[in-house]
C-alpha cells in the first residue's frame, strides 16, 4: 500500500524507493532483530546467541554506512545549492531548485525509517524485559 501523502506529492517520482533502499530496510530489520534475539538466545544456547550478535552487528554496519552515504549526498547537495542561506534571506529559487528541495523533504517523511524506528523501540522493549526475566526474576 502506497503513502497517500506520498501520491500526491509533487516529488513522488523523484523520491519512490528504490529496490537498493528496500534492500537496505530489510538488511536494518533482520539486524534489529537478530541484536534484540541475543537477550533470550544467551539463555537458550550461547553460540546462536553469538551468531545473531554477528548477524545484527554486521548487519547494522552495512545498513548504517548505507544511511551515512544518503545523508552526505543529501547535505553535500544542500550545501552545493547553499539551499540554508538562499532560503533564510530569500533570495530567489529556480524551478530546479524548487525540485530538488521537494525531493530533499519528500524523502525526510520515509515511511519504511518510521517503520524501521517502530521496530527499534519496540523489540528494545521486549528485549529489556525479557533480559530483566532472565537475568533476575527466573
Given at each position: 500500500?502506497?503513502?497517500?501523502?506520498?501520491?500526491?506529492c509533487?516529488?513522488?517520482?523523484?523520491?519512490?524507493?528504490s529496490?537498493?533502499?528496500?534492500?537496505?530496510?530489510?538488511?536494518?530489520?533482520?539486524?534489529?532483530?537478530?541484536?534484540?534475539?541475543?537477550?533470550?538466545?544467551?539463555?537458550?544456547?550461547?553460540?546462536?546467541?553469538?551468531?545473531?550478535?554477528?548477524?545484527?552487528?554486521?548487519?547494522?554496519?552495512?545498513?548504517?554506512?548505507y544511511?551515512?552515504?544518503?545523508?552526505?549526498?543529501?547535505?553535500?547537495?544542500?550545501?552545493?545549492?547553499?539551499?540554508?542561506?538562499?532560503?533564510?534571506?530569500?533570495?530567489?529559487?529556480?524551478?530546479?531548485?524548487?525540485?530538488?528541495?521537494?525531493?530533499?523533504?519528500?524523502?525526510?517523511?520515509?515511511?519504511?525509517?518510521?517503520?524501521?524506528?517502530?521496530?527499534?523501540?519496540?523489540?528494545?522493549?521486549?528485549?529489556?524485559?525479557?533480559?530483566?526475566?532472565?537475568?533476575?526474576?527466573?
Amino acid at each position: 500500500m502506497k503513502n497517500e501523502k506520498c501520491i500526491k506529492c509533487s516529488q513522488y517520482k523523484n523520491c519512490r524507493d528504490s529496490f537498493v533502499s528496500w534492500l537496505f530496510f530489510i538488511i536494518g530489520i533482520i539486524s534489529t532483530v537478530a541484536i534484540r534475539v541475543v537477550t533470550v538466545l544467551i539463555h537458550k544456547n550461547p553460540i546462536y546467541a553469538n551468531i545473531a550478535w554477528y548477524i545484527g552487528v554486521c548487519g547494522f554496519f552495512v545498513f548504517f554506512v548505507y544511511k551515512f552515504k544518503v545523508n552526505q549526498r543529501r547535505a553535500k547537495l544542500i550545501e552545493q545549492k547553499n539551499f540554508v542561506d538562499r532560503i533564510a534571506y530569500r533570495k530567489k529559487l529556480s524551478e530546479e531548485d524548487y525540485s530538488l528541495i521537494g525531493a530533499i523533504l519528500c524523502s525526510l517523511k520515509s515511511r519504511k525509517e518510521r517503520i524501521n524506528y517502530l521496530f527499534i523501540f519496540g523489540l528494545s522493549a521486549v528485549a529489556l524485559l525479557l533480559a530483566i526475566y532472565f537475568d533476575f526474576l527466573r
